[in-house]
């Protein structure tokens, strides 16, 4: 799989005439709880020679393949990636945490970091991760009976929530870092680890009963984040000039 996500990077560059400066997995493989027959999802983001940029109409800016082998391979232009780490764009943010990195320039993603670090918005971070929690809660784990993945989809973002209100950082991408977090208990890092394993060796769509005191410790998890929201105070705005630079510098001998 590394070398069709390799040849499907260069087709990319090739046909489109870009420079991809990052390429990463997204999703449950970067996440740590994958399925044996999970798709990859390869998020990237590129850039053109500066004169594409210098055009009276604005051109597509989003790139996409859909590939045999469950390959889903999309990615983003740079232009349109700066735009979106301004206003904090998690799923972003978490490509450039992902453990699973295919391509990468070492400076542009320094670079980048720095202004996903430079744009991140606390209470607006939470908010997203608590609406994540609490959709798959409503959708999937409301009866007797669950299947045991949409419980690690569960507790990811409400973990995540919880780093956030910790560290006021963007939460790692990989779940494994979030339960090893000093503000997790034991206990919970105990009781998670057993639903890993039995996660493990379970089909797709094996069920299994949620006991009353889990049920109560996600209710409770919902309900805590959206008390506390609203506190978590938002940075200022990051400087455009900032952004500008990192398009230039970029962008300039994109397609060298």
């Known amino acids: 799989m590394m070398e069709a996500i390799q040849a499907a990077i260069d087709t990319v560059e090739h046909e489109c005439g870009v420079r991809v400066l990052y390429a990463a997995e997204s999703g449950s493989r970067a996440w740590g709880f994958a399925s044996p027959d999970s798709d990859y999802d390869v998020r990237f983001v590129y850039a053109h020679p500066r004169d594409w940029y210098v055009s009276v109409f604005e051109q597509r800016d989003v790139i996409e393949r859909m590939l045999p082998g469950d390959l889903d391979v999309s990615g983003w232009d740079l232009r349109k990636a700066l735009r979106l780490s301004s206003k904090c764009n998690l799923a972003f943010n978490e490509w450039f945490g992902s453990p699973i990195v295919y391509r990468q320039d070492e400076a542009f993603a320094a670079d980048i970091r720095a202004v996903n670090e430079a744009c991140f918005q606390p209470a607006r971070a939470l908010y997203h991760y608590l609406s994540m929690a609490r959709g798959t809660y409503a959708d999937y ?88 929201g609203a506190s978590l105070a938002n940075r200022a705005d990051v400087d455009p000039q900032v952004l500008d630079h990192v398009l230039r510098k970029w962008s300039k001998d994109a397609a060298a």
């Open 141 to 228: 784990l409301g009866s007797e009976q669950v299947r045991i993945k949409k419980l690690f989809y569960f507790l990811r973002p409400i973990l995540g929530c919880r780093w956030i209100e910790q560290a006021r950082t963007q939460p790692p991408t990989r779940f494994a870092e979030l339960v090893a977090a000093p503000w997790v208990s034991d206990e919970e890092r105990g009781w998670i680890a057993a639903i890993e394993a039995r996660k493990a060796v379970a089909k797709e769509g094996d069920l299994e009963g949620v006991p009353d005191w889990l049920r109560q410790w996600m209710v409770g998890g919902i309900e805590h984040f959206q008390r506390i």
